[in-house]
């Protein structure tokens, strides 16, 4: 089974950045970044078949960018311009076909 790891949450300030990342210990297809904020469902955020192809939620358009190298089996979370309502977990998710892996979740708060 492929094991995922995220790392690169914390706290950061409204308006701030923050760069998650997730290794993967093997092949997996597409990727993904979903958050899940206190009380609320788990939401895609993003994800990417591969390099140049990637979907984002309406709420994360114009100010998140996610990323993938192959060779090292990672793939990135980009986010700027970020607001307090970005405040969840973000979790790590792959597409293995057939089945899919979850990371542990990283948190990330965004306060003043």
């Known amino acids: 089974q492929v094991r995922l790891v995220e790392s690169g949450g914390g706290l950061v300030q409204p308006g701030g950045p923050l760069r998650l990342s997730c290794v993967a210990s093997g092949k997996t297809h597409t990727m993904a970044w979903y958050r899940q904020a206190p009380g609320k469902q788990r939401e895609l955020v993003a994800a990417?078949?591969?390099?140049?192809?990637?979907n984002y939620a309406d709420s994360v358009r114009g100010r998140f960018t996610i990323s993938r190298d192959n060779s090292k089996n990672m793939v990135y979370l980009q986010m700027n311009s970020l607001k307090p309502e970005d405040t969840a977990v973000y979790y790590c998710?792959?597409?293995?076909?057939?089945?899919?892996?979850w990371g542990q979740g990283t948190q990330v708060t965004v306060s003043s």
């Open positions: 998710n792959a597409d293995l076909r057939p089945g899919t892996a």
């Open positions: 990417t078949i591969r390099a140049g192809i990637a």
